[in-house]
Nanobody, 122 residues
């Protein structure tokens, strides 16, 4: 499966962005889909993940209550709605797929997309 993330950009603190991740190739709606982010000089950080049906989600502590992950299996697309953005949310955001629901480790995710840059100005 190939994943293509999009929707990043420059936004002021307190603003919102919605990221999209389109899947192509050998897609499977049985995959857990997740978002990670990586800021310069920092390790890749888990952001959110969603199960196959879209009925269950989990989040990293730093984004709980502000970000929402969703998916549209008919469109093979996963979304990340980001609200109340903070400068510390600035990073390259990546989407990835996994067969292991509940994991926050990037080692359990694969098929990484190329990433989309989010910059939040103060």
């Amino acid at each position: 499966v190939q994943l293509q993330a999009s929707g990043g950009g420059l936004v002021q603190a307190g603003g919102s962005l919605r990221l999209s991740c389109a899947a192509s190739g050998r897609t499977s709606s049985s995959s857990v889909m997740g978002w990670f982010r990586q800021a310069p000089g920092k390790e890749r950080e888990f952001v959110a993940a969603i199960n196959r049906s879209g009925g269950a989600t989990y989040y990293g502590d730093s984004v709980k209550g502000r970000f929402t992950i969703s998916r549209d299996n008919a469109k093979n697309t996963v979304y990340l709605q980001m609200n109340s953005l903070k400068p510390e949310d600035s990073a390259v955001y990546y989407c990835a797929a996994s067969w292991r629901y509940g994991s926050k480790s990037y080692n359990d995710f694969g098929s990484w997309g190329q990433g989309t840059l989010v910059t939040v100005s103060s």
